[in-house]
């Protein structure tokens, strides 16, 4: 009990409950640990709970019609995941993957529709973050459509900057290993096309690549690499080392 309590009691969106709301939704939370590599849910498992991860990085996936895996976000803990199971019933549509060991607070839809009818600015907040997961998907796509493979792996290291993005002596260090796999999986190419462009912007001073693990020494460099670096730049802040002051970076939407 105390464990569920800890963990939704430090989700941001349940922050504002009245406590027999909180208490309602300890009460029929479960718990459960999930191993690197094993599923959380499957396509067209039933939509019963809504997902709060406690600990680990979760990865939401869905399968092309040719079979090939694309990334559609990157679940940090304190993020509520599978919200779509409380706009209607039938089977999920990702495929939800631990990308490390994971712990997971299992929220039945039922218990949190009834806290929602009672907490209207909850309702609202969980309308936001379902809109927002979708602008996030939406602006994916239009990438994957209008751009080529190099500028859509600038932008998506820039938003990687943004949001994992940790100042050393040696630039920004991007903290979420990921394989050339997962990146091609994210940015729609392939492999292979990964390793090129990350070889190439290793080669002009720009990334230090290592495995699964890339510094990006100058984000303003990096920025200037997209076909529209100019508005690009205006966007990111200026890293500096450890050594100074970290400006803010914004989390991407």
């Not at 089977?91 to 009672?118: F, H, K, N, Q």
């Not at 990438?143 to 859509?152: A, C, I, P």
């Amino acid at each position: 009990m105390a464990e569920r309590h800890w963990y939704i009691k430090n989700c941001d969106l349940f922050e504002q409950l009245e406590p027999a709301q909180f208490s309602l939704l300890e009460r029929e939370a479960r718990v459960r640990r999930f191993t690197k590599g094993s599923p959380v849910y499957l396509p067209a498992d039933a939509c019963e709970s809504v997902f709060l991860l406690a600990e680990g990085r979760i990865k939401l996936t869905s399968i092309t019609p040719d079979g090939k895996q694309a990334i559609l976000a990157f679940i940090e803990p304190g993020e509520l995941f599978g919200e779509m199971a409380l706009f209607g019933g039938g089977g999920r549509e990702e495929y939800a993957e631990a990308m490390a060991a994971s712990v997971v607070a299992m929220i039945p839809t039922g218990s949190l529709d009834r806290v929602m009818r009672d907490a209207p600015d909850l309702a609202l907040r969980v309308t936001k973050l379902v809109g927002l997961r979708r602008q996030r998907v939406e602006r994916r796509l239009r990438s994957l459509l209008f751009r080529s493979n190099k500028d859509r792996l600038v932008h998506f290291l820039l938003e990687l900057c943004d949001t994992y993005g940790k100042p050393t002596p040696q630039g920004l260090h991007l903290a979420i290993p990921l394989s050339h796999q997962d990146i091609a999986n994210v940015i729609g190419t392939t492999r292979e096309t990964v390793t090129h462009l990350l070889g190439d912007l290793q080669l002009n001073g720009v990334l230090k690549v290592g495995r699964q693990k890339l510094i990006v020494r100058d984000v303003g460099k990096l920025a200037a690499e997209a076909e529209d670096g100019g508005e690009v730049r205006t966007r990111h802040a200026v890293v500096e080392t450890a050594d100074a002051p970290r400006s803010p970076l914004a989390r991407p939407i």
